[in-house]
């Protein structure tokens, strides 16, 4: 059955170090999303990307973040200079635009020091 | 919808008993669905079972269904015989514009034998 997939499944990082998430998700899929939960917290959407841009964006995707379709396979989410407040799980998820079924991916720890 | 309620933070639950996780939302679409996922101690996402605002039965997928309230905006989760496997956090999800997740706050399952 296919998944999404997402690289590294841990990252630790130094403040102020440039991170990229890497995902690749079901490959006839269409929207494709970065989510992140903060350890005890719920999960909150980042971005959404579709047709090659950004569809829709939250308050938490600033400056420091972007994302990336470099190849038509991957889908990467990069932070330029994390904080300690970036350490969380990052979830990436696609979806085939039927609206019914969203698949997440197995997240990424990321734990800036 | 555009918020999710989960109002219990914990719930414990006999192995072989049935359990329903509460979920209320709030929305002013004439059309949205509700999804439920179950995390894991490991920390992935995992996708259980929709429910579509237009879907005249209640859906179903093995020992999970959704009791779906539509004039009192719940959509519960009913785990029926509960096993020792299903301990896990579980988290309610509605989209809204565009596909994006907003996420209940999540029912920490704990069952026991």
């Known amino acids: 059955e296919p998944e999404v997939t997402q690289t590294p499944s841990h990252q630790v990082t130094q403040m102020g170090q440039e991170v990229i998430l890497r995902c690749v998700p079901i490959?006839?899929?269409?929207?494709f999303y970065w989510y992140r939960q903060i350890l005890g917290q719920k999960v909150e959407f980042l971005v959404s990307?579709?047709?090659?841009?950004?569809?829709?964006k939250s308050e938490i995707f600033d400056d420091q973040f972007s994302v990336e379709r470099p190849d038509g396979s991957n889908f990467t989410l990069k932070i330029r200079s994390t904080k300690l407040e970036d350490s969380a799980m990052y979830f990436c998820?696609?979806?085939?635009?039927?609206?019914?079924?969203?698949?997440f991916g197995p997240g990424t720890r990321l734990t800036v020091l | 919808a555009q918020k999710i309620t989960q109002t219990q933070p914990g719930m414990f639950v006999q192995e072989k008993e049935a359990v329903t996780l509460d979920c209320t939302y709030d929305?002013?679409?004439?059309?949205?669905?509700l999804f439920w996922y179950k995390q894991p101690s490991s920390g992935e996402m995992i996708f259980l079972i929709y429910?579509?605002?237009?879907?005249?039965q209640n859906a179903t997928e093995g020992r999970y269904s959704l009791n779906f309230q539509k004039a009192r905006k719940s959509a519960n989760l009913v785990i029926s015989a509960s096993q020792l496997g299903d301990s896990a956090m579980y988290f309610c999800?509605?989209?809204?514009?565009?596909?994006?997740?907003?996420f209940g706050t999540g029912t920490q399952l704990k069952v026991e034998l």
């Open positions: 998820a696609s979806d085939p635009n039927r609206g019914n079924e969203q698949f």
């Open positions: 490959s006839n899929h269409l929207y």
């Open positions: 990307f579709y047709n090659n841009e950004i569809s829709e």
């Open positions: 929305t002013s679409d004439q059309s949205y669905g």
């Open positions: 429910q579509g605002s237009y879907d005249e």
């Open positions: 999800a509605s989209p809204g514009g565009g596909n994006k997740l907003t």
